[in-house]
């Protein structure tokens, strides 16, 4: 695997032809009267053509706005990426966000989450964060990916992204 920073220019919905983002859930965390609890919640994502045209619309603007994304490629073609928006998040600007971070499903479990989640996070350090923010997917298969990296639930929560995704778990991970 090659890994490397994406520029504005290859951020078209074509970079995306072979990548896979599928994902079967049937579990997700919730938290419950202040208590994590895994619950049944059944569906499945799959990204089409329009979700891959925004995507590259959010990742472009996050490189326009001075954050980064890296690119995990298999042969010449793209099978993970991450992305860490550049402005500063919290009541101390101690946050750089992780923004996103997929790997294409054929290639899960293979250590590229890893290999950009350790970009992601190296550049958020060499970019002032103390700690990466991350408003993540609840499901048990990304929850565990976030576990196993050395997350743990956010001592602050970014309002925003609450209010944007009201499911996803609030995570942080010490720089």
Request: charge should be negative; proline fraction near 3%.
């Amino acid at each position: 695997m090659e890994y490397r920073l994406l520029h504005s220019e290859e951020l078209q919905p074509s970079l995306f032809s072979q990548f896979d983002r599928f994902q079967k859930v049937t579990d997700c965390w919730r938290k419950r009267d202040g208590v994590w609890v895994v619950e049944p919640v059944v569906f499945t994502e799959q990204w089409g053509p329009e979700e891959y045209q925004f995507l590259c619309q959010c990742l472009q603007n996050t490189l326009h706005t001075g954050g980064a994304v890296f690119g995990a490629f298999d042969e010449g073609v793209l099978k993970g990426f991450a992305s860490v928006e550049g402005p500063a998040l919290g009541s101390r600007r101690q946050y750089r966000d992780l923004s996103s971070i997929h790997v294409s499903r054929e290639l899960r479990g293979k250590g590229a989450g890893r290999q950009l989640f350790a970009l992601a996070c190296r550049w958020a350090k060499e970019h002032g964060g103390e700690k990466l923010y991350i408003s993540a997917h609840s499901s048990v298969e990304s929850q565990a990916f976030y576990r196993a990296m050395g997350c743990r639930e956010a001592e602050e929560y970014d309002p925003a992204h609450v209010e944007k995704e009201p499911c996803d778990c609030q995570l942080e991970y010490v720089l």
